[in-house]
T-cell receptor
């Protein structure tokens, strides 16, 4: 049972436009969410995160939105650049009984292609 | 700053052989994670160490898999004996302390068992 779902395997956008990547989750205990970017033959690179006490976090061209009632988060990239072409993974974690939320559950990723 | 370093980058071996994957976490990070990535299951946590102690090994698939962290700067993941279904990319990640901290990943070891 997939607790974190990225329903779009791929997305193609034009350079300069907005890219919107979506992620849905089923576990209501998740309270920390992250986005990672991955280039071929490299490891995932941390992009941006958001805690469940917020509904938006911004870092330069990247903004993550969290809708807890819908169990949905999205990553907006504005403006998109060809160098943003990569696989994007959504991840989530829940605080355990010991107060730690180390265990990341990943979606299967969305391949973003930004065309010049 | 040096990131998480994994070796080897690629490993091809025959079924039944022992395989050892190595990881050097980022200096000062005291939490270390091993993940496996496959097409079918995506990225899955295998084991988590905190201060060199295994805390959660519930993701280790079978007794053929074992992991150690003898000191703060080195960890191994061993498969013995290896099977073709173990073919995957194995990632190591570290963080300064687990919990609301992003994990930093190495570039992975692509393992092929023939």
């Amino acid at each position: 049972d997939q607790q974190v779902k990225q329903n779009s395997p791929s997305l193609s956008v034009q350079e300069g436009r907005i890219s919107i990547l979506n992620c849905d989750y089923t576990n209501s205990m998740f309270d920390y969410f992250l986005w990672y970017k991955k280039y071929p033959a490299e490891g995932p690179t941390f992009l941006i995160s958001i805690s469940s006490i917020k509904d938006k976090n911004e870092d330069g061209r990247f903004t993550v939105f969290l809708n807890k009632s819908a169990k949905h988060l999205s990553l907006h990239i504005v403006p998109s650049q060809p160098g943003d072409s990569a696989v994007y993974f959504c991840a989530a974690s829940a605080r355990n009984s010991g107060g730690s939320n180390y265990k990341l559950t990943f979606g299967k990723g969305t391949l973003l292609t930004v065309n010049p | 700053d040096a990131g998480v370093i994994q070796s080897p980058r690629h490993e091809v071996t025959e079924m039944g052989q022992e395989v050892t994957l190595r990881c050097k976490p980022i200096s000062g990070h005291n939490s270390l994670f091993w993940y496996r990535q496959t097409m079918m299951r995506g990225l899955e946590l295998l084991i988590y160490f905190n201060n060199n102690v295994p805390i959660d090994d519930s993701g280790m698939p079978e007794d053929r898999f074992s992991a150690k962290m003898p000191n703060a700067s080195f960890s191994t993941l061993k498969i013995q004996p290896s099977e073709p279904r173990d073919s995957a990319v194995y990632f190591c990640a570290s963080t300064r302390r687990a919990g609301n901290q992003p994990q930093h990943f190495g570039d992975g070891t692509r393992l092929s068992i023939l």
